[in-house]
Structures are given as structure tokens and as C-alpha cells.
């Protein structure tokens, strides 16, 4: 417990709230003594030097009052100084007044008095001392002692000593008063402070911090904490120590669960207020979960569990480094804690009841927006930008990603992946293998909430795509028209427990709205797609070879690398039209075009340039790649057969191949075909069945 009686800071507060009277007081005492020198009869000199004295108490009194006292009245040397000056100054009185000097015992006791109350019980026996040496002192100065005057004496000791008892213990029951009193302004004005700011925004990480830095300083307390209930997890949203103030780093330490720290379980399932000390802990396997969750050096704390609706949605902690000799954690302040607690509980019940109703809202908006994406949009990049930007407003993440299925390849083709903001392209991920492919397979939804958790649990092992970094939570649905499955929706967390129920909903609605739009836009794609082939060999029609060829020069010109142009003619192709009839002729254009396709890669470009001429676009080959690729596709047509309806062998047809290369031989588009056109006619004029290089 506080000690009252040697608590100067309450003393001086109290002394500082009476010190009007007491001026009064002793300006009172002074013209008390002006009236007795004016009446008694006394000489001129002697008025004068009682005068003089006056005068000098007069301007004491002034000088400590109006002087000293306002700039040092904290200081505990104060009240023996006045004391001490007060006491010398009375028996200066004695001198001047004689055998009147009666009343000025009487001043001595109102001295002690007032030395008991406003100072400490030991000020009021030092100025019982010091009143009792003057007032011998000056007894012996006028006269021998006697018994009378030894009795006198002794009452007087006895006067003085009950004087400075009583009114030490009354000082002591006056400073009890104040102390509590000041106690309740202080936890009121806390109570009040920290309730406005917790009230001052529903954003609880923004207001919990300065909360808990409030406790601290002002409660006082070492360490304060408060800890949210999500999802099973206990999770900090502010802390603050005298020592370093609010802690910025708390969202990087999470508990799993409650039953992980002991206290926590205990004012969870009690919903009280639970003590620990640290000598109930050092012995146990929490040591190391104590000095994380307060600090290494907290001796004693205390849980109090938020409750609403008689759930316990949090903790307010506090920890206290300093013994219980000094700041315990008693009664007091566990009210206090348990009051302010009841304020916080509602005050998180309404920011989880306005977040809850804000993120539905924001939901639904997303939903409507999405299903305007598709009635608006059927161009598939355009549509899955715009569902990854609704996606990120609702489901933050750090990996999206969209991928359609290829049954025929046994693959799912990555539409789009984004990982930590960087864009991968032209990705695909294995039908068998990983959890995409699972959520596929099974035509279910996959949450995982951490990975390092329920890594042993998993249907099947992880794939990882896009940053070589392992994800801390994942979650997957598929999406399709009725059985018929297209693909995946799937985020992605680099942080444990990023998404729940509620985000796996939500994408599965994304997703079932999104099936629809993704099968118009592959329809549309594949309309398109069409539109640039020719009909009847399936190669690109003469626009569009020449517009993928114009882009795959501004490529080269952006990202310098060469590209190889090769303009093919079949020779004597009226021939097989005249002699073989015109389906033998459309079967000969097809067959050139297989035939191209097995010598060159997948991401080259075949082209129907014109009749029975054709353009093979090498992006990224030399001019040497390409005669080696022209040399390909001329041996490979010479060992095709081809056979007439009536069983008729019919030779295998033979070409000219012309090849022009940039920046070799051209800068631009047209320049490129002219030149390789004009390599090709070279090669007819050479006797067909030649591959030239433009020189």
C-alpha cells in the first residue's frame, strides 16, 4: 500500500489548496500582534523596535508566500523552512513582549498544527522540538527556573506533543483523502480519455494502439496489450510499453489458438479477470510463451477478457515490471481494467458489426459490377483484367490466377497469374498434378488456411508456380456450365490465414457468374480465331499473316532479335487441278500445310499468302535456322504420298522456297516479304524445287 504519511506530493498538493487561509492566517497572527504592541503599554522605543519586528515578519511572510513558495513548492525542503522561520520568528516575540508574551505559546501550537497537517507527522514533532527549546529558552532568559516554571514547562511538552499527534493523524486522514480523490479524477479522466479514443474511428488498429500507450501512461503500468478473437486466433491489435511506447511490429506474431497460453484459456473460459506471476510460470513449458506475449522482464499481469453477449470477442493485458511493493496490481486497477474493458468489448462489437456490414456491401457491389462485366465484355484478356481488379477490392492476396482447362492436352492453360504484383504469361500447370488440379479433377473448392499446419493433411502435393517463394494460404474453386468443367479461380497468400468461409463464397459466386462470360468470351475468341484462318488449310488467311507479321517486327524493333521470312509455291499446281480434279488439289494445299507444322515450332506462324502460295514466319531464327527449316519441310514432302479416289498413286508435289531475313535483307514488314518473294522467283527461274536466299 501507499505510504501516505512520507507521500510529499500529496502533501504539497494539499498545502497548495489551503494556502490561501494560511496566509490569512499568519497576516492575522502579525496584525494580531500590531493591536497588542498598539495597546499595551510600552515606550516609545519599544513600540518602535516591535514596530521594526512587525515590519520584518510582514515582509517574511510576503517573501515566502509570494516568492519562494510558488517556484519551489514541490520541493520537500519547504515546509522545515517555513517552519524552522515561522518558530524563530514567534520567539522574537517573546523579547519584544515581556511578561505578555502568554499568546505566544498559543501561536506555536497553531504552528505545530499546521506543521502536522500540511507537512509530514515528522514535521509537526520538529516543530514541537524547536517551540519547546525556544519557549525554555526564553523562560531561562528572563528568570532562574523553578518548579512552577519546570511544571509549566513540562504541560508544555505534553501540549506540544498531543498538538503534533493530532494533527499528524489528521493530516495523514486529510492526505488519504486527497490521494483518493485524485485517484478517482485520475481514473476517470483515463476512463474518459481512452474511451473517446476508442470511440474516435471504428478502425480498430488505428485507435487499439493509442488506447493501450493511454494505460501505460497514465493507469501507470509497464506493458498493455489488447487481443482480438479471429477465426480461433488470437490476434494483437495494439501494445505499448513505457520503454519503447506503441510497438509498430505486433501484426507479425499470431497465436493459433487460445489454448496455447494458459491465462488466455483461463479468462476465456472463467470470462474474469486472471493474475499470473511470473514465479507460477518460470517453472512450466510457457516461460518463453510469457516473455513474447508481455516481456522478459514483466513480474506480474493481469487478463481481463472482453465479453459481449456473454462471448469473449478479446483481452485487455497488462504486465507490471516493477514488485508489488511498489505498484502492485491490486483491486483497483482490475476494476478499472474490467470497466474499461466493458467499453472496449462494445466498442469492437460495433467496428465488427460495421465492418461485417461494409464488407457485405462491398461484396454485393463487387457482384453486381461483375455481372455487368458480363453482359459488357466478351474480349477474354479484357475480361479477366477486369475481374482481377473487382477480385483484389474484396479477397486481398498476393497470387491471383485464372486458368482454363485443355481436356484434350490434359493441362490447365494460365490465362492470367499475377504473383506480388508481377504478371507470368503462357504458364501451364499438369491436369494431375498439383492443388489446381485437384480442385479440377474433383470438382470441388480447396481452403487452406496454413499451409505449414495442414501441409501433412493435404489431398495432394503443391505445385509451385510464379515466384519460386512457398504460399502460407490458398484457395481454389472451380468454375464451368453445369458439368460441363472449364477451369479454376484460385488466390493465394504469402501470410497464414488470409482468406475464410466467407472469401471461399464469395469466389465461388465470382465464379459460377464468371463461367458464363468466360465461355462467351472463348466462343468469341474462337469466332475470331476463325475469321483469320483459312477455310480450307486452317493456316492464317493472307490479313491476318501479314498483321502477325507486322507485329512481330515492331517486337524485334522493341527487343532486337531477327526474323526469318520463308515464301513457299507449289510447283505445277494447275496440273494436280487439271489432271487430278480440284479436290485433289484442295487435299495437296492441306497436305503442304501438315507438313509445315511438323518441321517448324509452335509458336511460328503459317500463313496462306495467296492460291497456292504460302508464308512460314521464324521469330528469332537466323537465316541459317531457316535454309535448315526450309530443307526440312522440302525432304519431308518428298517422302509424302498421295492417292487418287480411284487408287491411283499421285507424286508427291514439290516447292520453291524463297528466304529473306531481318535486319539482314529488310527493315520493315513489306520490305521483308518483297525481298523474300523475290529470292522465291529466283528459285522458280532456277528450275523449281529450290530453296534461294535473298543476296
Given at each position: 500500500m501507499r505510504d501516505l504519511s512520507i507521500d510529499w506530493n500529496i502533501r504539497a498538493e494539499l498545502f497548495r489548496r489551503y494556502q490561501n487561509p494560511v496566509k490569512m492566517s499568519a497576516l492575522g497572527a502579525t496584525a494580531g500582534l500590531l493591536l497588542l504592541t498598539l495597546l499595551l503599554p510600552r515606550s516609545a522605543q519599544q513600540k518602535q523596535q516591535l514596530l521594526l519586528y512587525l515590519l520584518g515578519v510582514s515582509a517574511y511572510i510576503f517573501l515566502f508566500y509570494w516568492v519562494i513558495y510558488p517556484r519551489f513548492w514541490r520541493q520537500r525542503w519547504i515546509p522545515f523552512v517555513n517552519i524552522l522561520a515561522s518558530i524563530v520568528l514567534i520567539s522574537g516575540a517573546y523579547f519584544l513582549l515581556g511578561k505578555h508574551s502568554f499568546a505566544i505559546n498559543g501561536l506555536f501550537v497553531v504552528v505545530i498544527f499546521l506543521s502536522g497537517i500540511f507537512s509530514y507527522p515528522l514535521g509537526a514533532y520538529f516543530a514541537a522540538v524547536i517551540a519547546l527549546l525556544c519557549s525554555i529558552a526564553v523562560d531561562n532568559f528572563y528568570s532562574e527556573p523553578t518548579e512552577q516554571q519546570l511544571l509549566n514547562q513540562g504541560i508544555l511538552i505534553i501540549q506540544f506533543l498531543i498538538t503534533a499527534h493530532i494533527s499528524g493523524a489528521l493530516g495523514n486522514l486529510l492526505a488519504s483523502q486527497v490521494y483518493k480523490r485524485q485517484q478517482e479524477n485520475q481514473d476517470l479522466t483515463l476512463l474518459l480519455n481512452a474511451s473517446l479514443t476508442a470511440t474516435q474511428s471504428l478502425n480498430l488498429n488505428q485507435t487499439m494502439p493509442q488506447v493501450m500507450q493511454k494505460i501505460v501512461s497514465f493507469l501507470p503500468v509497464t506493458y498493455a496489450r489488447i487481443d482480438l478473437i479471429e477465426d480461433g486466433r488470437l490476434v494483437p491489435y495494439g501494445i505499448a510499453s513505457q520503454r519503447y511506447g506503441i510497438e509498430p511490429w505486433i501484426k507479425l506474431h499470431c497465436y493459433p489458438n487460445l489454448t496455447q497460453l494458459p491465462w488466455i484459456k483461463a479468462a476465456f473460459q472463467s470470462q474474469h479477470s486472471v493474475q499470473v506471476h511470473r514465479d507460477q510460470i518460470d517453472l512450466t513449458p510457457f516461460w518463453l510463451d510469457f516473455n513474447q506475449f508481455f516481456s522478459a522482464c514483466t513480474k506480474t499481469a493481469c487478463v481481463v477478457p472482453l465479453v459481449t453477449s456473454a462471448q469473449v470477442v478479446g483481452f485487455l493485458s497488462i504486465g507490471e515490471s516493477r514488485g508489488q511493493e511498489r505498484e502492485p496490481i491490486g483491486k483497483v486497477k482490475v476494476e478499472f481494467l474490467e470497466t474499461l474493458a466493458n467499453q472496449i468489448a462494445v466498442v469492437v462489437e460495433n467496428a465488427h458489426l460495421h465492418w461485417q456490414e461494409q464488407k457485405k456491401a462491398k461484396r454485393l457491389e463487387v457482384l453486381n459490377h461483375i455481372a455487368n462485366v458480363i453482359g459488357s465484355t466478351i474480349e477474354m484478356d479484357a475480361l479477366l483484367q477486369q475481374l482481377y481488379n473487382l477480385l483484389i477490392q474484396v479477397i486481398p492476396a498476393d497470387t491471383y490466377y485464372f486458368g482454363i482447362v485443355d481436356w484434350q492436352k490434359q493441362v490447365i492453360e494460365l490465362k492470367m497469374l499475377l504473383d506480388a504484383g508481377e504478371r507470368y504469361e503462357g504458364l501451364s500447370i499438369p491436369?494431375?498434378?498439383?492443388?489446381?488440379?485437384?480442385?479440377?479433377?474433383?470438382?470441388?473448392?480447396?481452403?487452406?488456411?496454413?499451409?505449414?499446419?495442414?501441409?501433412?493433411?493435404?489431398?495432394?502435393?503443391?505445385?509451385?508456380?510464379?515466384?519460386?517463394?512457398?504460399?502460407?494460404?490458398?484457395?481454389?474453386?472451380?468454375?464451368?456450365?453445369?458439368?460441363?468443367?472449364?477451369?479454376?479461380?484460385?488466390?493465394?497468400?504469402?501470410?497464414?490465414?488470409?482468406?475464410?468461409?466467407?472469401?471461399?463464397?464469395?469466389?465461388?459466386?465470382?465464379?459460377?457468374?464468371?463461367?458464363?462470360?468466360?465461355?462467351?468470351?472463348?466462343?468469341?475468341?474462337?469466332?475470331?480465331?476463325?475469321?483469320?484462318?483459312?477455310?480450307?488449310?486452317?493456316?492464317?488467311?493472307?490479313?491476318?499473316?501479314?498483321?502477325?507479321?507486322?507485329?512481330?517486327?515492331?517486337?524485334?524493333?522493341?527487343?532486337?532479335?531477327?526474323?526469318?521470312?520463308?515464301?513457299?509455291?507449289?510447283?505445277?499446281?494447275?496440273?494436280?487441278?487439271?489432271?487430278?480434279?480440284?479436290?485433289?488439289?484442295?487435299?495437296?494445299?492441306?497436305?503442304?500445310?501438315?507438313?509445315?507444322?511438323?518441321?517448324?515450332?509452335?509458336?511460328?506462324?503459317?500463313?496462306?499468302?495467296?492460291?497456292?502460295?504460302?508464308?512460314?514466319?521464324?521469330?528469332?531464327?537466323?537465316?541459317?535456322?531457316?535454309?535448315?527449316?526450309?530443307?526440312?519441310?522440302?525432304?519431308?514432302?518428298?517422302?509424302?504420298?498421295?492417292?487418287?479416289?480411284?487408287?491411283?498413286?499421285?507424286?508427291?508435289?514439290?516447292?520453291?522456297?524463297?528466304?529473306?531475313?531481318?535486319?539482314?535483307?529488310?527493315?520493315?514488314?513489306?520490305?521483308?516479304?518483297?525481298?523474300?518473294?523475290?529470292?522465291?522467283?529466283?528459285?522458280?527461274?532456277?528450275?523449281?524445287?529450290?530453296?534461294?536466299?535473298?543476296?
Open positions: 491436369l494431375n498434378q498439383g492443388l489446381a488440379g485437384y480442385v479440377v479433377r474433383q470438382r470441388t473448392a480447396l481452403l487452406i488456411r496454413d499451409f505449414q499446419r495442414e501441409m501433412d493433411t493435404l489431398p495432394v502435393k503443391p505445385v509451385i508456380i510464379g515466384k519460386k517463394d512457398m504460399s502460407a494460404s490458398w484457395l481454389g474453386v472451380p468454375f464451368g456450365k453445369g458439368d460441363d468443367l472449364e477451369g479454376i479461380l484460385a488466390v493465394a497468400s504469402y501470410l497464414p490465414n488470409a482468406f475464410d468461409h466467407e472469401d471461399l463464397q464469395l469466389l465461388s459466386n465470382v465464379a459460377q457468374q464468371a463461367a458464363l462470360a468466360f465461355d462467351n468470351a472463348r466462343h468469341h475468341a474462337e469466332v475470331e480465331e476463325r475469321a483469320r484462318r483459312d477455310s480450307l488449310t486452317n493456316a492464317y488467311n493472307h490479313g491476318a499473316f501479314h498483321e502477325a507479321l507486322r507485329q512481330a517486327v515492331q517486337s524485334s524493333q522493341l527487343h532486337p532479335h531477327p526474323i526469318s521470312l520463308i515464301m513457299l509455291d507449289i510447283d505445277h499446281f494447275k496440273e494436280y487441278n487439271d489432271r487430278y480434279g480440284h479436290t485433289i488439289g484442295d487435299e495437296v494445299l492441306c497436305l503442304i500445310v501438315r507438313v509445315i507444322q511438323q518441321q517448324v515450332k509452335s509458336g511460328d506462324v503459317i500463313g496462306r499468302w495467296g492460291g497456292e502460295e504460302f508464308g512460314v514466319i521464324l521469330e528469332g531464327a537466323s537465316l541459317a535456322n531457316a535454309f535448315e527449316v526450309a530443307q526440312c519441310i522440302r525432304n519431308a514432302l518428298a517422302q509424302t504420298t498421295l492417292t487418287a479416289s480411284q487408287g491411283m498413286s499421285i507424286p508427291a508435289p514439290t516447292i520453291s522456297q524463297g528466304i529473306a531475313c531481318l535486319p539482314n535483307h529488310a527493315t520493315s514488314a513489306e520490305e521483308l516479304v518483297e525481298k523474300a518473294d523475290r529470292a522465291l522467283y529466283i528459285a522458280k527461274e532456277a528450275g523449281r524445287d529450290q530453296i534461294r536466299v535473298y543476296s
